[in-house]
């Protein structure tokens, strides 16, 4: 089970989308994460054979991406899903398991067991356009796993879902990801950090990290410094260096930033965190990593 993005680049008229991404993928969950604009749903994209690279390739164990014989063992959630408001979750999923080509017999099976899978079973018949955002996403997902898939895109799954909802919904991604490769997208760091075995930041269409949490982290551990200061010394500090987070105490100002040095002398070390990573890079500055 193997999955090989070979310099994919993709460009429309004069943007550079994706850019000479390469990675390797195996069984796991892999976040890959991103502000807007940063080429998470072109990617994607190409890898469902939606979109044709300009150049490079994809694989996944000698199928090329595109054709039919990756698209059997594909499932994909695309970003903007067209759901039909009037169908019921049954009918829905019934009727994209005949487009799919699945026997009606066995395609009843198996939509009643994602509906289960899904928590969808009490609502089966209910029309979609009754459903909440959080339903609509695991119906979704259902949709995806039809064809009982070994490579899963998910592309912002969680977007829309509440916090109990995506809890469930993490849950429901772990489990996927015990015997498949499951890639998801988000600009929501709680959600990588939780489910994914594996992260891929990405930037101007690039993949610029990858790893698990910890190795993701280094990047910026030992960079992070939190001091309370009055207001004339943080805003000095605040014009010098990236700052993640800025609060008012009775004391003074608190302001939590990255910098290569203790940059005050009240300053102390703080454990960096994922969402410190993503503040960093994909902060309104736009500070690069070389500033580190
Ligand atoms: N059909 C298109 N024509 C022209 N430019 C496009 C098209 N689709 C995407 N782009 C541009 O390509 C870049 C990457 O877009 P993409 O949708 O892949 O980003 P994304 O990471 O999925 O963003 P988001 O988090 O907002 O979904 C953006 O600058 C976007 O404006
Ligand atoms: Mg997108």
Request: with cysteine.
């Given at each position: ?74 499932g ?24 799919k ?12 067991e ?57 849950n ?35 993949v ?64 960096a ?20």
């Amino acid at each position: 089970m193997e999955l090989v993005f070979d310099r994919v680049t993709k460009q429309y008229k004069n943007k550079i989308a994706v850019d000479r991404v390469s990675f390797t993928l195996k069984k796991g969950v892999y976040g890959l994460l991103g502000a807007n604009g940063a080429g998470k749903t072109t990617l994607m994209r190409m890898m469902c054979g939606v979109l044709k690279p300009d150049s490079g390739e994809i694989f996944y164990d000698g199928k090329r991406a595109g054709e039919e014989a990756f698209r059997n063992v594909l499932g994909y959630l695309p970003q903007e899903f067209g759901y039909y408001p009037e169908f019921s979750a049954m009918d829905f999923l019934m009727y994209l398991a005949a487009l799919k080509g699945i026997p009606k017999r066995q395609a009843r099976e198996k939509v009643r067991e994602l509906l289960n899978l899904t928590d969808l079973t009490p609502v089966a018949r209910k029309k979609v356009k009754t459903f909440s955002g959080g339903m609509k996403q695991r119906l979704g997902i259902a949709q995806s796993l039809l064809n009982d898939p070994e490579v899963l895109v998910l592309d912002e799954p969680t977007a829309g879902l509440d916090p109990k909802e995506r809890v469930k919904f993490r849950n429901l991604i772990s489990e996927l990801g015990n015997d498949r490769i499951v890639l998801l997208s988000t600009h929501i760091v709680s959600d990588v950090e939780h489910i994914a075995d594996v992260i891929l930041v990405m930037k101007d269409g690039a993949v610029i990290h990858q790893g698990n949490l910890e190795e993701i982290i280094q990047v910026i551990q030992g960079k992070v410094w939190e001091c309370t200061l009055e207001s004339q010394e943080a805003e000095n500090l605040t014009g010098k260096y990236p700052v993640l987070n800025m609060r008012r105490e009775k004391e003074g100002i608190l302001l939590r930033l990255v910098c290569g040095k203790k940059p005050a002398e009240s300053a102390r070390l703080a454990e960096a965190t994922l969402e410190d990573l993503y503040l960093y890079y994909f902060s309104e500055k736009g500070q690069e990593g070389g500033t580190l």
